[in-house]
């Protein structure tokens, strides 16, 4: 549990979650610590409350009464899903082979791509190129790897360390190495494109890196439409968006995270991303 915003979590007691109508006790079979769980939990997430004590959590794979296992979250608050037991309004059944371990390390890193990849497939076609800013952390990984499984032919990834980035060519995508130059990176995210344009961005960095994508984009010529998707902002909170680049292009700026898609969308691709990981489509690197 967490007693206040920036404590450490320890181990302690806490009271049994409540019931309610429309929700149901499950037992925790493993839950991951994601970047929201933290941010969450210090206080400094969009959606965090101030509420303490808490017990930390955002999702889990969880064991009704009946032994199903379920997908679950959206516990009541102040309870999470670090715990024996966690009260859900939600639970989606396992699909058949589907890995515990695999599928609470992979639901919420990988579902903030999953959903404006398969967005732009519904609406425009598979993509032709996908450029990923920040392809080294577990949710940029994913991203290269949910990009594959959709068909998409072409994958760059930008982002730092060597050996890292390596991990990623590995995985199938085009790599840049960022140097925190913002002109120099312009110019070697320009030159990966080779003149075309992405037709989806998605960037877990903002921030400078941002103001680099931009500028590689502005430099391309050519009224290709570009969706530019905002996940992370590990680089920082702000990025400065050039006029002239939303007035010569075709370019759509928007989000992925909570509240940024129909609650109906989300629940409908959920259950086909657990049958993707239930398929073997996705390799995670989990450590239990």
């Keep these: ?14 009271p049994e979650p409540e019931s309610a109508p429309g929700f149901e006790i499950v037992e925790l079979v493993a839950a991951a610590i ?6 969450k939990a210090d206080g400094v997430h969009y959606s965090s409350t101030d509420q303490y004590p808490m017990v930390p959590g955002v999702d889990a794979v969880a064991r009704k009464a009946d032994g199903t296992l ?8 102040p309870w999470g899903t670090f715990a024996k037991r966690m009260a859900v ?36 076609g598979v993509p032709g190129t996908v450029l990923i800013l920040g392809p080294t952390g577990a949710a940029g990984g994913l991203a290269v ?4 499984a959709l068909g998409v032919q072409r994958t760059i990834g930008v982002g730092r360390g060597a050996a890292d980035l390596a991990r990623v060519a590995g995985i199938g995508a085009e790599t840049v190495e960022l140097t925190g130059d913002k002109a120099q990176d312009a110019k070697a995210i320009a030159a990966a494109l080779d003149g075309r344009s992405p037709e989806l961005v998605l960037d877990y960095l903002w921030g400078t890196p941002a103001e680099s994508a931009f500028e590689a984009l502005h430099s391309i010529p050519g009224a290709a439409p570009t969706n530019y ?55 995670v690197d989990a450590t239990t």
């Design 229 to 283: 998707v905002e996940i992370g902002s590990v680089a920082g909170e702000d990025a400065a968006v050039p006029a002239s680049l939303l007035r010569s292009r075709p370019f759509l700026l928007s989000g992925s995270g909570i509240g940024s898609f129909p609650m109906d969308r989300y629940l409908v691709q959920g259950m086909a991303y657990l049958q993707v990981l239930a398929d073997g489509k996705i390799t």
């Design 145 to 148: 790897q949910n990009a594959r």
């Design 70 to 77: 379920v997908y679950t979250g959206e516990t009541r608050l």
């Design 1 to 14: 549990m967490v007693t206040q915003a920036g404590a450490a979590p320890q181990y302690q007691e806490f």
């Design 34 to 39: 994601h970047p929201v769980v933290r941010a």
């Design 89 to 124: 309004p939600m639970a989606a059944p396992l699909p058949p082979g589907a890995d515990p371990v695999t599928v609470a390390a992979a639901m919420n890193p990988g579902m903030s791509s999953w959903m404006p990849l398969t967005a732009h497939v519904d609406e425009r």
